[in-house]
């Protein structure tokens, strides 16, 4: 049965906005959720939960690979990130919740474990992360290579691209291998989460 094509767009319309509130919550919860730890954590506990950072090739604290994406250095630390990680996780997630929370899954493991093997301090920041988007984002658009996603990376690129520097070693205090490895698990990424087109 086919429909008129006003109700197809109007939809479609609701589709694509259910698909950015749904988006905007994940991703939004998300930050609101690292404020609480990280004002908790400066305020009330001594910044104790930086040891949930990685510390690298320390057996007993691979598991930590999963929690330092989610845990700061402090309040300035946490600042710099927020926005970027507001913008980058929500186009990220925006195109589909399921390939997001995957592919976050592949960078927080990509990311951790580079870091867990070539880093020498204790690493913890959700910048694994956001390099990660920047990877996936960037990834669909070469991988998928539809319009939306295209018109997405070439924007990415033109406002974050400069971000890129990051991953070359300078400022000790920064960890470069976690925006490395957190690039490369998200173009991994949108690699193995890509649409299979081999049928068309």
Do not use: C
Request: aromatic share 12%.
């Amino acid at each position: 049965m086919s429909y008129p094509p006003d109700r197809r767009r109007s939809e479609g319309l609701l589709e694509t906005g259910a698909r950015a509130l749904a988006a905007a919550l994940l991703v939004g919860g998300v930050a609101a959720a690292m404020w609480v730890l990280e004002l908790f954590d400066v305020y009330a506990n001594d910044q104790r939960l930086d040891q949930f950072g990685i510390q690298p090739r320390d057996v007993a604290d691979l598991p930590d690979v999963f929690t330092a994406p989610f845990m700061h250095a402090g309040l300035a630390h946490l600042t710099a990130n927020t926005l970027p990680f507001l913008v980058l996780g929500f186009l990220a997630a925006v195109r589909g919740i399921a390939k997001f929370l995957a592919s976050t899954l592949i960078v927080i493991v990509v990311g951790g474990l580079g870091v867990w093997f070539t880093s020498s301090a204790n690493t913890l920041g959700s910048s694994i992360l956001i390099f990660g988007f920047f990877g996936y984002l960037v990834g669909r658009g070469l991988f998928e290579r539809r319009l939306a996603d295209i018109a997405i990376a070439v924007a990415v690129v033109a406002v974050y691209g400069t971000m890129l520097f990051g991953v070359i070693p300078s400022d000790p205090a920064i960890s470069w291998q976690g925006h490395l490895f957190g690039l490369i698990g998200g173009v991994l990424g949108a690699w193995f989460l890509r649409r299979d087109t081999s049928a068309a």
